[in-house]
């Protein structure tokens, strides 16, 4: 099945920095999903984006499928982006199944 | 109503016994997934249905896990015979719509999970 890699396991950023997450996906995909899980647990979508850039206010995405991999781009970090981003992939098997990666853990301290 | 929620919110259980948890999806979301989130590791995606209707169930884990949706609403995922590694956050979002194979472009929203402690 579809291996999906991401990068930084960890990062710790200071308030205001700017950060790349990355997702390296191992083969040909027809979606993808970043998601945001902040401490308390709750899990929210930020991006479909299976090809091309998507921006929404400080966080832009952007998927090369051809080169299998995505980056997430938080501008201006503040504390409320602490948590956990996950990347997650859906396969070209016909069925709808998501593979999620491990995660990115971002600490963003005031 | 206003999001998805789902019941219970904690649920502590003995090796063997069954559970039966529930998702309240929004109101006209014809999608609905479950997934699973062990301590410390990623997401698992389990099952997802369209309408009352669950195309590909090999993402449940064992047989011991099922899942069924009535009236394009409710839904329940039942564990029989618990085992400690069923404990877990199970995890339940809805969307609008859902095309399977195509960029689905529908925002998924997630309910705040039931923390499942087998012991």
């Known amino acids: 099945g579809i291996q999906v890699e991401q990068s930084p396991p960890d990062l710790i950023l200071q308030e205001g920095a700017n950060s790349t997450l990355r997702c390296n996906f191992s083969d040909s995909v027809n979606n993808l999903q970043w998601f945001h899980q902040n401490p308390w647990g709750q899990l929210i979508n930020l991006f479909y984006i299976p090809s091309g850039t998507k921006q929404n206010g400080r966080l832009s995405a952007t998927t090369v499928a051809t080169e299998r991999y995505s980056l997430l781009y938080i501008s201006s970090s503040q504390t409320t982006d602490s948590g956990v981003y996950f990347c997650?992939?859906?396969?070209?098997?016909?069925?709808?199944?998501?593979?999620f990666g491990t995660g990115t853990r971002l600490k963003v301290l005031a | 109503g206003a999001g998805v929620s789902q019941s219970p919110s904690n649920k502590v259980t003995e090796k063997g016994k069954d559970v039966e948890l529930r998702c309240d999806p929004i109101?006209?979301?014809?999608?609905l997934y479950w997934y699973r989130q062990s301590l410390g590791q990623g997401l698992e995606f389990l099952i997802y249905f369209q309408g009352n209707s669950a195309p590909d169930k090999s993402g449940l884990p064992s047989d011991r896990f099922s899942a069924e949706r009535t009236g394009g609403s409710v839904s329940t995922l039942t564990i029989q015979r618990t085992q400690q590694e069923d404990s877990a956050v199970y995890l339940c979002?809805?969307?609008?719509?859902?095309?399977?194979?195509?960029?689905?472009?529908?925002?998924?929203?997630f309910g705040p999970g039931t923390r499942l402690l087998v012991l």
């Open positions: 997650a992939v859906e396969g070209t098997s016909g069925t709808y199944k998501y593979i």
């Open positions: 979002a809805s969307s609008l719509w859902l095309l399977a194979g195509a960029a689905s472009q529908e925002t998924q929203y």
């Open positions: 109101s006209g979301h014809t999608a």
